[in-house]
Structures are given as C-alpha cells and as structure tokens.
C-alpha cells in the first residue's frame, strides 16, 4: 500500500507537470471507483482547470475551479502520466490534462475518487490525525503516551498522524531502538522524542529516494521506487540486522507482519 512517502513523489511529479491545465478528457472504464457517482465527478470536473494538488497522509486532493477530487490509491492503486503501453483491464479512468494522460490503474480495486469539499481539509477526513510530516511534537506525544497497545499498532493509528504504515513503522522504530510491542504509556518523553525524530528522518528519507517499491507502486512517470536498498529491518527478517549482526526477527502485532532486532530493541 502506498504511504506517505509514495504519495507524496506523486503529488510532487503532479504539481510540475499539471498546475494550471484543463481536464479536457475524461474516460471513465470503471464507474464504481468514483464516489458519490462517475456522472457527478464527470460533471464536476471535466473542462475545469486544476489549481491546486495537496496530500494528508495517505490521500491527495486535486482542486479544480470549483471541485475537489480526492484520490486514494489504498492497496494497489497507481497514477501515471502518458504510458505508452495500451491500457490493459486494471486501466479504470483516464484524465487528459491539455494533452497529458494521466492513467488511473488499479489491480485490487480498493482505490477511490470522491468528491469533496474542500481542498485542503476535506470533511470525508476530518477522523484521521495531521499528516505525519506537518505533526508537532506536544500533541503527537500525547495522545501517543495515553495508548496501552503496542507501539507498532500506534504507530499504524491514523488518528494519531496520517501516513505511516507498515514500513515506515518498523523502519522507525528501529531507528529509535524501540521494541514493536513496547506500550507507548511506558515510554520516556526522551523515548517517544526520538522516535518522533526518527519516524520524520525515515520518512524524509524516503521521498528523497522515491519510495519504497515490492511489488506495486509505481512513480508518477511508471518506475518503481528506490527506497528498498536502505530498509534496515522491514521484511529482512532471517538476514542480519546491519548494526549488532543479529538475526532479524518477524512477528504479528495486530495481524500485521512486523520487523525488529530483538539485540537492538529490547
């Protein structure tokens, strides 16, 4: 599933390419990804110029002259501009933007495009938290250090912060030297301070090089991300972890396949 780090090179490719052109076309191949309706978003948005593109965790928001489309790619979903392959069954919308195809794909169907209300701070996601990335310390470690679950399955509350998921969790805290089932309750403020730092540095690190690519996120322009080389923990369980050569470990923690150094994070 795409994260904060995956979306966020989307939007950024997005806002260079699309800023300021007219959705001239639009070819709706599969109408139950659209939500209130295809014939809705259809006439809201087609011939309308899109001024703006903004992401909140895991979603981006297209701001056309007097319409919102919010997009999330949720499992599999993938946006691509200009493929020159022909569009195959997974291939469910496509926008034409002055010219620049964009492609909606998506192997699962989980993804949807809703209309919305606003640009910026949407109604249909006032239940999530603040995006990760914009999140300030006092009120994430708050309401972190009130949870009596696992550190991992807080990490993976969007109402907490908007963003992280499996990967990014178990990245960060092993960079913070946490273990997954640790309670936040339980933590130091100097605890949760550093894994704070670090879930930002893991997912700034991230964007820098693309996002993180298994199986099927692809890039604005179709690559795969390039984040993969630098994962520490995430689904290298059997190899050795890269700062004690211990043997990386994999358990579930709230039905999630969860990564850690059992040396390094005790």
Wanted: hydrophobic share 35%; charged share 30%; glycine share 8%.
């Amino acid at each position: 599933m795409p994260e904060l780090p995956e979306v966020e090179n989307i939007v950024l490719a997005m806002r260079e390419k699309l800023i300021g052109k007219k959705l001239s076309q639009l070819n709706i191949r599969r109408a139950d990804i659209f939500e209130p309706s295809s014939g809705a978003v259809r006439k809201a948005i087609l011939g309308k110029k899109l001024n703006s593109i903004h992401r909140h965790g895991k979603y981006m928001i297209l701001g056309f002259d007097d319409a919102n489309l919010m997009i999330h790619l949720r499992m599999t979903g993938q946006l691509i501009l200009n493929s020159a392959d022909t569009p195959d069954k997974h291939t469910h919308a496509l926008f034409d933007f002055d010219g620049n195809e964009v492609r909606y794909r998506d192997i699962r169907r989980f993804g949807r495009l809703t209309l919305v209300d606003h640009p910026e701070n949407p109604g249909a996601i006032k239940h999530i938290g603040p995006d990760m990335l914009k999140a300030g310390f006092a009120d994430w470690s708050e309401k972190m250090s009130r949870r009596r679950i696992p550190a991992k399955a807080a990490l993976l509350d969007q109402k907490i912060a908007a963003g992280i998921g499996n990967i990014y969790a178990d990245e960060a805290l092993f960079l913070a030297k946490i273990h997954p089932l640790s309670k936040p309750c339980e933590l130091t403020e100097d605890q949760l301070r550093e894994l704070f730092k670090r879930i930002k540095q893991v997912l700034r690190l991230a964007i820098k090089h693309g996002g993180t690519t298994f199986m099927d996120f692809r890039d604005f322009s179709g690559k795969p991300g390039n984040f993969r080389r630098k994962l520490r923990v995430f689904q290298r369980d059997g190899e050795p972890c890269r700062d004690c050569n211990s043997t990386l470990e994999k358990i579930k923690v709230g039905g999630r396949s969860t990564h850690f150094c059992s040396q390094c994070q005790k």
